[in-house]
């Protein structure tokens, strides 16, 4: 079965320092793979995809994720996490055969950012 | 990006109402939208895909003559949760593609919160 998987329900960061919501994928074939933040009571923003070339993409905010073919992972990360990073990240993935712009949401993971 | 307007961002009603829900993209063509619906802390769930001119395919478990979509137009899907009851309250949200292929990302309303007393 496709699947995505974020081990983390939170992650706690303090202000300044390095952050990383982890995520890993279970699908057939090469996915095309993305991260999106929700705040409270909002719809989902996108914040990076990764469909072919480098490993390493760069999305909204200093955000990045590194796409890891041998670990089926695609972890996001920030260099220096600010409190306003606080929110609800969804990694998901849209498998090659799964249908037109069908995504497959992981669980969520909410990020803390404290001062 | 493109902007996906949502509509009502939350409602209440009795039970036994019906509630529509519109979802509109506002400068793009969207020849698919997509329906999710959201428990708390919980993540989001495919409820159907949203076809301009034809039916919506729903999603296994979905009774699609309790969420009625319509995809009249490419700029606007709507969805209507008929005799609602309170297990229906929720967070829905609508998404839509643009013509981009596989490739392109989906963009999300800011969803509508119904409340089912």
């Known amino acids: 079965a496709q699947s995505v998987a974020q081990p983390e329900d939170q992650v706690n960061v303090a202000e300044g320092n390095p952050l990383t919501v982890k995520c890993t994928y279970s699908?057939?074939?090469?996915?095309?793979l993305f991260w999106y933040v929700q705040y409270p009571n909002r719809g989902l923003q996108f914040l990076l995809k990764?469909?072919?070339?480098?490993?390493l993409v760069k999305g909204s905010y200093g955000f990045e994720a590194e796409f890891n073919k041998s670990q089926t992972s695609f972890h996001l990360k920030k260099p220096s996490a600010l409190v306003s990073d606080s929110a609800l990240y969804f990694c998901?993935?849209?498998?090659?055969?799964?249908?037109?712009?069908?995504?497959?949401f992981g669980a969520g993971t909410r990020l803390a950012v404290h001062p | 990006g493109a902007v996906v307007s949502q509509h009502p961002s939350r409602v209440i009603c009795k039970s036994g109402t019906s509630v529509k829900i519109e979802c509109r993209s506002l400068?793009?063509?969207?020849?698919?939208m997509f329906w999710y619906r959201q428990f708390p802390k919980q993540s989001l769930m495919l409820m159907a895909t949203?076809?301009?001119?034809?039916?919506?395919?729903?999603e296994q478990g979905v009774e699609k003559d309790k969420f009625l979509i319509n995809h009249a137009s490419l700029t606007l899907s709507t969805l209507t949760v008929t005799s609602a009851h309170p297990e229906d309250s929720s967070f829905y949200i609508c998404?839509?593609?643009?013509?981009?292929?596989?490739?392109?990302?989906?963009?999300f309303g800011e969803g509508s919160r119904l409340t089912v007393l």
């Open positions: 998404s839509a593609s643009v013509r981009q292929g596989l490739t392109g990302e989906l963009f």
């Open positions: 949203s076809n301009e001119g034809s039916k919506a395919t729903y």
């Open positions: 998901a993935v849209r498998p090659i055969s799964g249908g037109y712009n069908k995504l497959i």
């Open positions: 400068d793009f063509q969207a020849t698919t």
């Open positions: 699908v057939s074939g090469n996915p095309y």
């Open positions: 990764y469909i072919t070339g480098d490993n």
